[in-house]
């Protein structure tokens, strides 16, 4: 018999405030779902990026600012990335070749 339960064996009832009136916990937010405040800072994040000009701004930093700008990649990019690479890795040049033809598929 645990300590709160009385001689019958029974938990005593929980009324008023922080009572779960529904035998367990409740449903709370999906898994993954943001709640308000960080959904709120994210969208004004992504409004003022879009002022300042979206991808072509983050590019600009990216030349001007190169610490700040791998910083934020730091923060955006997957921290685990479970995957078997079977290609031979590009020169430095065929990865510039590849973002550039990349960049003007998007335009």
Do not use: C, F
């Not at 730091?74 to 990349?102: C, R, S």
């Amino acid at each position: 018999m645990s300590k709160n339960a009385d001689r019958n064996g029974k938990q005593p009832v929980k009324t008023g405030r922080g009572a779960n009136l529904h035998n367990g916990p409740g449903k709370g937010r999906p898994k993954g779902a943001l709640n308000k405040t960080t959904k709120a800072l994210k969208d004004i994040v992504l409004g003022s990026l879009a002022k300042a000009g979206g991808m072509s701004y983050l590019a600009r930093q990216a030349e001007e600012n190169p610490q700040a700008y791998l910083q934020l990649l730091g923060k955006v990019l997957p921290q685990d990335i479970n995957a078997t690479v079977t290609a031979k890795p590009w020169t430095p040049e065929q990865a510039d070749e590849a973002v550039k033809e990349a960049l003007e598929d998007r335009s």
